[in-house]
C-alpha cells in the first residue's frame, strides 16, 4: 500500500497535460474541497477527478478484477471508495461545483477523451 500513489499518478499527469493543452489553467488537490479534487478549476467552478479503474471499481473490465489475497478486506476497501466518492460528488455539486471523474480505462484513447474534455469545459 506505501508504493501506491495519491498524487501525481501517470493518469493524473496525462490528464493534466491534455487540459493545459486546451488552454486551461487549473489548482492542484485543494484540501478545502472535499475529496481533495485531482484538478480544480476555480474560474470555471469545475472540479476533475482522475480514477484508477480498480481502486473505484469501474464497471470496464479493470474494475471488475477481484484480489486474490486478503479478498475481503481489499473488496471492503473498494466499495467504501466507492461510498466516499459518491459522498464527495454530492457535496460538491451542493456548493456548486460541476464535477467530472476521468477513468483510466478512458486514457486509452486520448484524442476522444481530448474531445470530451473540450466539450466539458468549453460548455460554459
Known sequence: MAA?????TK???????????????????RKNLPG????????????????????????????????????????KKRRENVLRDRRNRTKLKRLGWRVLTIWECQLKNKDRLQERLNSYLSDL
Open 4 to 8: 501506491i500513489r495519491s498524487k501525481d
Open 11 to 29: 493518469p493524473e499527469m496525462i490528464v493534466r497535460r491534455l487540459v493545459h493543452s486546451l488552454g486551461f489553467r487549473y489548482r492542484l488537490h
Open 36 to 75: 481533495k479534487p485531482d484538478l480544480v478549476l476555480p474560474r470555471l467552478k469545475t472540479v476533475i477527478f482522475v480514477n484508477g479503474c480498480y481502486w473505484h471499481m469501474h464497471s470496464c473490465r479493470f474494475g471488475r478484477v477481484y484480489p486474490k489475497t486478503n479478498a475481503i478486506f481489499w473488496q
